[in-house]
């Protein structure tokens, strides 16, 4: 019994899928909601592959408790999503008025959720900042500004939310809203120096102002939440950042060099200041006068401003020093080993390729570094032309059932062998949605959607993932999968005697 127990995850291991609120949600001039940086940005020309928008994505606004039906099928523990900050202040500043549909909605799906015995799992910012932000003062460029304003909309969400929530993301992936945003110019605000795509922009200071804004306005947000919600609440608050494990093309020492200088730009930045105090010597080296320095009284404020690591990972890059890119930290990318063999199989995206030793490998990495428990908040594979699929073909995505097998395996070997702390686990995403730049031509869900009729199909990686975490995790009560109940059952199930039922016993309580 002994080995059996060794060989599985503890109990309270936490598992489910992940979203984003502007990626599935569409209703965007519905209920109030303001304007997001994304709604005009991805209207424009050329902005997104396929020429599409986010006006109804997945449309999850409306049919939010038909994704909840399929949630309770899956027999998911958790659901990670975010809340739009211009559905719940429409402007989005401090002395603008809260939008009370806006928390009405995410009210209602949180109760949903625990009702049905899934855990809520809630980032507060995931790219989508209110336009009236950005055109009031700059948004993220403005420090004195952004920070009081994000941490006002936090407690609006402290508030309203955190008698039930127990866990909170403040910020999803620093590094895309700066790089990408302020820097690439390819997200939303789309600021670069490049006028071939941006008017305005500088892309050598403004990814680096804006980075150390996301930092302050999450760790006086933690601030806020411990001094004034936690001790009532009794939750848990960090950040979650995004990074791909770096490895040397070969052992040539300048090589060796130049993978750790890719990692401090990609994951450093953020996790060095916030877990250890500090930003990494090689961009300060780097940077110099152009990397913003953190007051003394901001950095008491800032270090350890985060309960665990918030992990998003999704590949690995094998890394050669030298390239001009500076957002890379001088570090060139490839794919391609020494022998002319690709390091693994090819996702649809150019940045995506699958190797699952590089996610134990990160793994390790950021527990020796940082010693923080981790939770992988995304971790996820598009298959190669899957769009243009028959959907009963996409439905049997194996590559992506390969990736799942891969991570998983290394999941629980770095848990059960490597020692490391490993709390939860996000597969990314719950459905194919709105992926962002990439329009709706690439397709990150372990759920199909046919954006034609918005119906929900499960792919054989959902089939997969619900199976292994039900082998795989040490509990009574396993995840299953069954057909689920439909909407009208779940929209009769509220203040019934069925209210404390969850998982099996709520789908049993359904089908009586």
Same mark, same amino acid.
């Given at each position: 019994?002994?080995?059996?127990?060794?060989?599985?995850?503890?109990?309270?291991?936490?598992?489910?899928?992940?979203?984003?609120?502007?990626?599935?949600?569409?209703?965007?001039?519905?209920?109030?909601?303001?304007?997001?940086?994304?709604?005009?940005?991805?209207?424009?020309?050329?902005?997104?592959?396929?020429?599409?928008?986010?006006?109804?994505?997945?449309?999850?606004?409306?049919?939010?408790k038909e994704d909840l039906a399929l949630l309770v099928q899956y027999g998911v523990k958790s659901y990670r999503f975010s809340i739009a900050w211009s559905r719940v202040i429409p402007l989005g500043g401090r002395n603008d008025p809260v939008n009370p549909k806006g928390i009405e909605f995410y009210s209602k799906l949180i109760d949903a959720l625990i009702e049905n015995g899934i855990t809520p799992f809630v980032t507060l910012y995931h790219w989508d900042l209110p336009q009236?932000?950005?055109?009031?003062?700059?948004?993220?460029?403005?420090?004195?500004?952004?920070?009081?304003?994000?941490?006002?909309?936090?407690?609006?969400?402290?508030?309203?939310?955190?008698?039930?929530?127990?866990?909170?993301?403040?910020?999803?992936?620093?590094?895309?809203?700066?790089?990408?945003?302020?820097?690439?110019?390819?997200?939303?605000?789309?600021?670069?120096?490049?006028?071939?795509?941006?008017?305005?922009?500088?892309?050598?200071?403004?990814?680096?102002?804006?980075?150390?804004?996301?930092?302050?306005?999450?760790?006086?947000?933690?601030?806020?939440?411990?001094?004034?919600?936690?001790?009532?609440?009794?939750?848990?608050?960090?950040?979650?950042?995004?990074?791909?494990?770096?490895?040397?093309?070969?052992?040539?020492?300048?090589?060796?060099?130049?993978?750790?200088?890719?990692?401090?730009?990609?994951?450093?930045?953020?996790?060095?200041?916030?877990?250890?105090?500090?930003?990494?010597?090689?961009?300060?080296?780097?940077?110099?006068?152009?990397?913003?320095?953190?007051?003394?009284?901001?950095?008491?404020?800032?270090?350890?401003?985060?309960?665990?690591?918030?992990?998003?990972?999704?590949?690995?890059?094998?890394?050669?020093?030298?390239?001009?890119?500076?957002?890379?930290?001088?570090?060139?990318?490839?794919?391609?080993?020494?022998?002319?063999?690709?390091?693994?199989?090819?996702?649809?995206?150019?940045?995506?390729?699958?190797?699952?030793?590089?996610?134990?490998?990160?793994?390790?990495?950021?527990?020796?570094?940082?010693?923080?428990?981790?939770?992988?908040?995304?971790?996820?594979?598009?298959?190669?032309?899957?769009?243009?699929?028959?959907?009963?073909?996409?439905?049997?995505?194996?590559?992506?059932?390969?990736?799942?097998?891969?991570?998983?395996?290394?999941?629980?070997?770095?848990?059960?062998?490597?020692?490391?702390?490993?709390?939860?686990?996000?597969?990314?995403?719950?459905?194919?949605?709105?992926?962002?730049?990439?329009?709706?031509?690439?397709?990150?869900?372990?759920?199909?959607?046919?954006? !034609?009729?918005?119906?929900?199909?499960?792919?054989?990686?959902?089939?997969?993932?619900?199976?292994?975490?039900?082998?795989?995790? !040490?509990?009574?009560?396993?995840?299953?999968?069954?057909?689920?109940?439909?909407?009208?059952?779940?929209?009769?199930?509220?203040?019934?005697?069925?209210?404390?039922?969850?998982?099996?016993?709520?789908?049993?309580?359904?089908?009586?």
């Amino acid at each position: 019994m002994s080995n059996e127990v060794a060989s599985k995850l503890p109990k309270d291991f936490i598992w489910g899928f992940a979203t984003a609120s502007f990626q599935i949600e569409g209703s965007t001039n519905v209920d109030g909601r303001g304007k997001s940086i994304w709604d005009d940005f991805s209207k424009q020309p050329g902005k997104t592959l396929d020429g599409r928008d986010g006006d109804i994505a997945t449309d999850s606004y409306r049919l939010w408790k038909e994704d909840l039906a399929l949630l309770v099928q899956y027999g998911v523990k958790s659901y990670r999503f975010s809340i739009a900050w211009s559905r719940v202040i429409p402007l989005g500043g401090r002395n603008d008025p809260v939008n009370p549909k806006g928390i009405e909605f995410y009210s209602k799906l949180i109760d949903a959720l625990i009702e049905n015995g899934i855990t809520p799992f809630v980032t507060l910012y995931h790219w989508d900042l209110p336009q009236a932000l950005h055109e009031r003062y700059g948004g993220w460029l403005n420090k004195d500004e952004i920070v009081q304003d994000y941490v006002r909309y936090s407690r609006v969400c402290f508030e309203a939310f955190g008698d039930r929530v127990k866990h909170w993301l403040t910020m999803n992936e620093p590094w895309c809203i700066s790089i990408l945003g302020y820097g690439r110019g390819v997200f939303a605000p789309g600021r670069s120096s490049d006028r071939d795509r941006s008017p305005e922009g500088d892309s050598s200071t403004e990814p680096w102002i804006a980075g150390h804004s996301v930092i302050l306005s999450h760790a006086y947000a933690v601030k806020l939440y411990r001094e004034e919600f936690k001790s009532a609440q009794g939750g848990q608050i960090g950040i979650t950042l995004n990074g791909d494990w770096a490895m040397p093309y070969d052992d040539n020492p300048q090589n060796v060099e130049a993978a750790q200088h890719a990692l401090d730009f990609a994951i450093g930045w953020f996790a060095d200041p916030i877990y250890l105090g500090h930003y990494p010597e090689y961009m300060k080296q780097t940077l110099r006068d152009r990397l913003p320095e953190f007051t003394q009284e901001e950095l008491i404020v800032v270090k350890g401003s985060s309960d665990f690591y918030g992990m998003n990972t999704y590949t690995t890059n094998l890394c050669r020093a030298g390239g001009d890119d500076e957002f890379q930290g001088f570090t060139e990318y490839t794919f391609i080993r020494p022998d002319g063999t690709q390091l693994g199989t090819q996702a649809h995206c150019a940045w995506l390729q699958d190797y699952p030793q590089g996610f134990r490998d990160l793994l390790s990495y950021l527990w020796k570094r940082y010693r923080m428990p981790i939770y992988v908040t995304e971790n996820g594979f598009a298959v190669k032309d899957e769009n243009s699929k028959p959907i009963e073909q996409a439905l049997l995505d194996h590559d992506r059932v390969q990736y799942f097998k891969g991570t998983t395996s290394a999941l629980i070997g770095a848990v059960l062998e490597d020692g490391v702390d490993i709390r939860a686990y996000f597969p990314w995403s719950f459905l194919d949605n709105f992926e962002w730049a990439d329009g709706y031509t690439t397709r990150f869900g372990v759920t199909y959607v046919d954006y !034609e009729t918005q119906k929900r199909y499960p792919k054989e990686s959902a089939k997969f993932l619900v199976k292994w975490f039900k082998d795989n995790i !040490e509990s009574d009560e396993q995840p299953y999968y069954q057909q689920p109940p439909t909407v009208s059952q779940i929209n009769n199930f509220s203040g019934s005697p069925l209210d404390n039922l969850s998982g099996p016993a709520m789908i049993q309580g359904l089908k009586a």
